[in-house]
């Protein structure tokens, strides 16, 4: 009897000890290959066949930065990738907000079979879509072209059910008491329900902008000329022509990757407040 | 919902936007998708219709089948790993504190970068003569294979990656489960002589069983459509052993020009997730159990 009580005062400790070494290898694991990229971006060519390695390099430099912008238009790139996300973010928030107040606030015949065809869409995958879509985009003749990138993007049904969540559990008072001081809808919406959405609109931002800057399968099919061309469509491309150039590869990879990061730990603090609230119901 | 009693036709004004944009981008191509499939078109000469030729075709179509097989092994690799490295990472990081906030972004990270980006900083990390990788095993006496160019190797190094990339998410989702397990469960099991480990798994872990329930959910419809990884990574190699449905799609479209038959792939993908979905459902009443 006794052994036993000192078995179970001593295991959480130690598993507990043991567990946190776990969780460093963990976090070490996932730092390590940012570290590498960004290491490997700063070095000359001929210092990447040494070995071992240089993890922290000994003459770094930003020649594999300049090596992108002049082996293809880059800052197009980058140009068409910012545009494309901000105006996809925006229009997404926008539109599911409005759409999940209107199913939330606004009673009507068809509510319910709207709200299902949302739901429903969600369950098929974006790959049913894509070749369709691309077919229509080549009749139209918007293959190449930013819109055909924006347009598509802008309706998102995983949107509007996070507004439509959002809204249903957050209280009325206000709005009715702006009802009574003569506000139409529009205005109520606009000044009253919108800014108090803030958390979902944060979370919903942050995954729409990930999602619209990370985007590759349908930016393959539609926008592969530099004119149109995506960070992550470029990338591919960059890797394709410059196979063993790790450098200039990773160089792209870091200006993949470190401005949703950015936004990312900049917004943190607010979605984790959303992603629970949308989570948790 | 009264409130807007005198103005009830608004509701067109703030539906309209998004509901129009959604049946023009996806559920008319949803539909056109499911037209596609009977035919055999190439974008260039007329389409012909083929009846259920398409989807004869699938069923013998090695290629597919292979693919179909090798999206499957990936599952049973990377479905279980990423569960269990999520579930031990929101078990540490569950708490408020300061430090357990840095480290989950640390480990959301991967999350939010491109999934190119991601598979080319792990080509260049696997490369077998001047990788990070092979490196780090060396240093510990190991001779690492080159894992993108030997079969089997290949489709472990897409298992790793993908897990490196979401354990964050699952993390995510399963922080926010366990936050809503009420700390009085625990603390009378433990008053009641329970350890650590069994009050986590008789107490807490069947009052985590739904958010297990939607994790699985959400990672079973993700990685029947792996394809990045596979596309870049190893691409679909060595000798088309990693070969995956997506990129199956991918190419008939594109490489082969047949619409049709592309289109009759994704609708059988679209199957494919669809009964596992439901499955899953079906299942969950025999292990999840709602408070």
Redesign the interface.
């Known amino acids: 009897m006794t052994t036993q009580l000192r078995i179970?005062g001593h295991?959480?400790s130690l598993?507990?000890r043991l567990?946190?070494v776990?969780?460093g290898v963990?976090?070490l694991?996932?730092?390590?290959?940012?570290a590498?990229?960004l290491s490997?971006s700063l070095q000359a060519r001929e210092s990447?066949?040494?070995?071992?390695?240089e993890?922290i390099p000994q003459d770094p430099g930003f020649d594999s930065y300049r090596r992108l912008t002049e082996v293809m238009p880059f800052g197009r790139i980058v140009l068409n990738s910012v545009v494309v996300a901000v105006v996809i973010t925006s229009l997404q928030v926008l539109?599911?907000a409005?759409?999940g107040?209107?199913?939330a606030?606004?009673?009507?015949r068809g509510?319910q079979a709207?709200f299902m065809?949302?739901l429903g869409?969600l369950?098929?995958?974006?790959?049913?879509?894509?070749?369709?879509?691309?077919?229509?985009m080549?009749r139209i003749g918007w293959v190449n072209t930013l819109q055909a990138l924006i347009?598509?993007s802008?309706?998102?049904?995983f949107g509007?059910f996070l507004f439509r969540q959002y809204f249903m559990q957050m209280p009325?008072e206000m709005?009715?008491a702006a009802?009574i001081d003569g506000a139409?809808?529009?205005r109520t919406?606009w000044r009253i329900a919108f800014p108090f959405a803030r958390p979902a609109a944060a979370t919903h931002g942050?995954l729409a902008f990930?999602a619209a800057?990370?985007a590759?399968?349908w930016p393959?099919?539609i926008a592969r000329d530099e004119q149109a061309m995506t960070?992550?469509?470029g990338?591919?491309a960059l890797?394709g022509r410059f196979q063993t150039d790790?450098n200039v590869?990773?160089a792209?990879?870091v200006v993949?990757?470190l401005p949703?990061?950015v936004?990312?730990?900049a917004i943190?603090k607010h979605i984790s407040e959303g992603?629970?609230l949308g989570?948790?119901k | 919902?009264k409130?807007?009693g005198s103005?009830?036709r608004?509701?067109v004004?703030?539906?309209a936007?998004?509901?129009l944009?959604?049946l023009v981008?996806?559920?008319?191509?949803?539909g056109?998708?499911g037209v596609?499939s009977f035919f055999e078109w190439d974008?260039l000469t007329d389409p012909e219709f083929v009846g259920i030729a398409n989807f004869v075709e699938i069923s013998r179509d090695e290629r597919f089948l292979d693919a179909l097989g090798h999206t499957l092994t990936f599952i049973v690799g990377y479905v279980p790993v990423v569960t269990v490295?999520g579930l031990?990472?929101a078990?540490?990081?569950k708490r408020a504190s300061r430090a357990a906030g840095a480290?989950r972004?640390?480990?959301?990270?991967?999350v939010?970068?491109?999934?190119?980006?991601?598979a080319?900083?792990?080509?260049?990390?696997l490369?077998s003569r001047?990788g990070?990788v092979n490196?780090m095993l060396g240093l510990i006496g190991i001779e690492g294979p080159a894992w993108l160019f030997e079969r089997g190797w290949a489709m472990v190094a897409v298992i790793m990656a993908s897990v490196?990339k979401d354990?964050?998410f699952v993390m995510?989702?399963f922080v926010?489960g366990l936050?809503?397990v009420s700390p009085e469960y625990i603390e009378a099991a433990v008053v009641d002589?329970a350890?650590?480990?069994q009050a986590f798994w008789k107490v807490t872990f069947p009052l985590l069983t739904p958010t297990v329930f939607l994790v699985l959910i959400i990672l079973l419809?993700n990685s029947?459509?792996v394809?990045?990884q596979v596309w870049?990574l190893t691409e679909a190699g060595p000798v088309d052993s990693t070969t995956v449905v997506?990129e199956q799609?991918?190419r008939n479209?594109?490489t082969f020009g047949r619409?049709g038959y592309?289109?009759a792939m994704?609708?059988v993908?679209?199957a494919v997730?669809?009964v596992v979905?439901v499955a899953q459902n079906r299942l969950q009443k025999r292990w999840v159990h709602y408070a």
């Open positions: 179970r295991r959480p598993s507990r567990g946190w776990v969780l963990f976090a694991s996932m730092i390590v290959p940012f590498w990229t490997t990447l066949l040494r070995i071992p390695p993890l539109t599911s409005m759409a107040y209107g199913l606030r606004f009673e009507f509510r709207m065809l949302y869409t369950m098929v995958p974006f790959q049913v879509t894509v070749v369709p879509l691309f077919i229509g080549s347009v598509p802008i309706a998102s049904a509007v009325m709005e009715e009802a139409g809808p529009w919406f942050l990930m800057w990370n590759y399968l393959l099919f960070l992550p469509v990338l591919a890797h790790w590869v990773m792209g990879s993949a990757v949703v990061i936004v990312f730990i943190q992603l629970l989570g948790g | 919902m409130w807007l103005s009830k608004w509701w004004v703030f539906l936007p998004s509901f944009l959604l981008f996806t559920v008319l191509p949803i056109v998708a596609l974008l490295v031990v990472l078990v540490f990081l480290l972004v640390v480990f959301f990270m991967p939010v970068s491109a999934w190119v980006a991601v080319l900083i792990w080509k260049w990390m490369n001047f990070i490196w490196w354990a964050g995510l989702l926010a936050q809503a002589g350890n650590a480990w419809i029947f459509q394809f990045e870049i997506v799609i991918v479209a594109f619409m592309a289109a994704s609708w993908l679209f997730i669809f979905t």
